[in-house]
């Protein structure tokens, strides 16, 4: 009982409140928290490579896979003659940037956050310019940069690059 309790307790620390269903990225901040094993907690930016690197298993890809795929990939590989019924937490404690350039006060790289809305980040960066476009807004997203067109309301997420373009009137 009291392993549940202290397994639960690690739980609230390293989770935050808002689910973590994102995939990680290259830019991402993780942790890992193997319970009762504290010579493997992992914190990590996650590296060009997409890998970070574990004790007693070596190189994780993470790049692509929610915190949940990759804790039970740790505790598939430290099942594997290391420890017995390892119990693994993966958490991402910062998401990498979003940016947003064009005709806002501030262009430039900001600090993501769930749940974030394009007109969020516009307020971000200080607010449109007086020759900001009222529409026509794009972001481009992903690895093949595919560009979507947003508005006020759309979801950003990590990594993606709004822009905003001027008006022509």
Known sequence: MNRLIAFISMLLIVLP????VLPIGVGDHIHVVVHNEP???VKEKVGTHGTINMPLVGVVTVVGKTPDEI???IMAALDDGYLVEPQVRVAIDRYRPFYIRGKVESAGAYEYVIGLTVSQAIAIAGGLT?????????LTRGPNKTRHDVTAESKVLPGDVIEIPESFF
Request: aromatic fraction near 10%.
């Open 17 to 20: 409140l808002n689910a973590q």
């Open 71 to 73: 804790s039970k990939a």
């Open 39 to 41: 010579d493997l907690t």
């Open 130 to 138: 007086p020759r900001a476009s009222n529409s026509g807004w794009y």
